[in-house]
């Protein structure tokens, strides 16, 4: 019988991509706070607090496979083997039409979203204990499609491909691979004036854009034991946009 306190980390040994703003530095404090090891891998270095927190940062862009190579070997000497790998590292593609885009953008977009996350699952495993657990920060935009974010909700859908696979490929080891797939969340990658801030206010069943806190508690069942039997499955936090729509919206919609 397991007689730790629900939904712990104490003690783990955590490393967070992206952890330095949004949804990752909300997951970074969560993970200090409740006394975890916390390795914060990152193109920028995160608030002070963190860090006086206990937070470590490395450097990384995971876009360059010999430095996530790195980081791992640096983490594991720093924290030793990992319990969790949260894989939050992204970034949107430029809202162009499919016909009207940009290669160098689409490369860009790529290279982050689906190599970043590539690298991770190819290099992280071998850094991690079994019985770990591996989340990655997909997107409700790689479950619907909508107009002007091809390259985006691509990506998004190879993340979420590739989680399943990691699913069955380690889970003879015990490790488990979900991904969290968020509607538009209130952070740096999405500013006040956007367009996702009044459809998630209109469109979504709770009639309000996601906070960064609304995410944090699902990142950290996932990454608890409470979670040991979940995995291959993308976790929607999206305050019920795909579940369907009031007949108000709809009204509103038909003009």
């Known amino acids: 019988m397991n007689t730790s306190a629900p939904f712990s980390l104490h003690g783990k040994s955590i490393f967070i991509t992206g952890g330095s703003s949004g949804i990752g530095l909300g997951t970074s404090y969560r993970c200090v706070q409740e006394g975890a090891r916390v390795i914060i891998a990152d193109i920028q270095a995160p608030p002070q607090s963190v860090l006086d927190a206990g937070g470590i940062f490395i450097e ?8 996530v190579i790195d980081a791992f070997r640096q983490a594991e000497t720093s924290i030793g083997k990992l319990d969790v ?7 949107p593609g430029n809202g162009k039409h499919l016909t009207d885009s940009d290669e160098e953008v689409l490369d860009s977009v790529v290279n982050l979203n689906l190599y970043g996350t590539y690298y991770i699952l190819k290099y992280g495993p071998a850094h991690m204990r079994d019985g770990g657990s591996i989340i990655n920060t997909a997107s409700v935009a790689g479950l619907q ?23 069955v490929e380690l889970g003879a080891r015990g490790i488990r691979c979900n991904a969290v797939a968020p509607g538009p969340v209130k952070t740096p990658m999405l500013p006040p004036g956007h367009i996702l801030n009044a459809l998630a206010k209109n469109l979504s069943a709770l009639g309000r854009i996601a906070e960064i806190d609304d995410l944090v508690g699902v990142y950290h069942f996932l990454a608890s034991d409470q979670s040991r039997y979940i995995t291959g499955h993308t976790l929607v936090v999206d305050g019920g946009r795909l579940a369907g729509f009031r007949t108000e919206v709809l009204g509103r919609l038909a003009g």
Do not use: C, L, P
């Open 145 to 167: 499609q909508n107009e002007g974010f091809f390259d985006y909700s691509a990506t998004k859908a190879a993340i979420i491909s590739m989680t399943k696979t990691a699913a």
């Open 60 to 67: 990384v862009d995971v876009t360059d496979r010999d430095k």
């Open 85 to 91: 790998i949260i894989h939050n590292a992204g970034k």
